[in-house]
């Protein structure tokens, strides 16, 4: 059974790509803006600074009163002659232009505009950006400077005797700045689409090495084949990410080789189990068929292949259960059942039996209620008091007793006798396992008894356990309360 996830997901090697790449051409996206941020903070300040000392010194040098104008314009004209990018424009409170060094900008379109009209005076610096000038050299396709920042405030002084209030417009041109700042953008995108590619080729290239022990180990998964299921991966040898995947893939190679084993031990088991009965069957009917027979004798072999008849049907309707069990089709009916009233029917039923093998039975415990099918549990426990029996030695007793914990109940069969081996108790509820290696039979048992117990419990979400010592071996059942 395959579970759709939904639509096929991105490869890893493509989503760490993209995530690495973007996050790489992020932070140098960021650390580009940053330092375009710093450069245009830079740039700013530098203008503000010297647009507030020239300012300074134009204003002293027109403020000084009773100065002809004339020497006034010269010593403005000398202070400004090594800025190269300050232009400036003066008129007196006639509105008479007394000195205009540009003629690219339009000082009277500046000072007609509300945004200076309202601030004249407030000494603030307003970025300006005029339009081309018509004298621009088009055959050169050369543009005159079109951004600036700009200062217009009042000076009032005296000339001739006579108060005057000037007013000043100092332009510096930003346009190198401008130029700069757009080629640094311009140099930093082509810097950032060059070292993305390298970004995302040298990512690639990571992903793909990083990726090298996730190739060795589907390699090393892909040569596991079922005659080689003992095959375990090295936690040791892989990166500790990988680590927790292969020892959860070893602990399913393990449990794949456990039903494997199992399954083929199993093969063989029902093979040698049905073969004995079914030798028995042939020899038994080829004797009769050797020799004429009386009727009491044919009658004889007929009761006598009955019975090996009828072990063989027990043992198929045996495997049928445990195929249920195996495939979650154990279905319990939930009643609420005494168990001890279901021990001594048990009892009850294995009492001649008992009596015949000169051995006790003995219950001790309350009645105690569960939820579950009275049929299954009680065939659970017939399982379990009939090993006990046979186990049990002549003249002592086999003891079921019953006690509640705070969730559980408690349910234990315990016969005295020959302990059994700490390495075989784990096995116990396999199927056909038997403690002889020679698998002869003891009495009439298949084999599956202890199987099919463990089916049962499990069906009603308990659990059985199995202790044995030198005084008795005790089977633990262990079922939710009512």
Known sequence: MRIKLGRRPFSLASRLTFFISLTAIAAFAAFSWVMIHSVEKHFEEQDIRDLKQLSTTLSTILGKENEPENIRVDKLISTIADHGNVFIYLQ????????ESADSLDFKQVLAAPLFHNRLGSNEIILWHAPASANSDHDNKKMEQTSYRIVALPIDTFVDGKATTYTLLIALSIDFHLHY???????????????SLIIIFIVLLAVYQGHAPLRNVSREIQGITSDNLHVRLLPTDVPIELQQLVVSFNHMIERIEGVFTRQSNFSADIAHEIRTPITNLVTQTEIALSQARSASEYEDVLYSNLEEFTRMAKM????????????NLLIPERVSIDLKAEVIKVFDFF??????????????GNPVAVNG???MLRRALSNLLSNAIRYAPVGRSVTVSLRETLSDVELTVENPGVPIPAEHLPRLFDRFYRIDPSRQRKGDGSGIGLAIVK???GAHRGKISVTSDSVSTKF???LPKE
């Open 181 to 195: 700042l757009q080629e640094l953008k311009y140099n930093l995108v082509m810097t950032a689409f060059i070292i």
């Open 455 to 457: 089916s049962i419990i």
């Open 373 to 375: 099918d009275p049929l």
């Open 476 to 478: 633990i059942i262990s």
């Open 92 to 99: 007196n409170d006639n509105k008479d232009v007394i000195y």
């Open 316 to 327: 198929v309707s045996d495997m049928l259960f445990l195929a249920q069990a195996d495939n």
């Open 351 to 364: 009492e001649a039996w008992a009596e015949e093998r000169e051995v006790n039975l003995h219950f001790v």
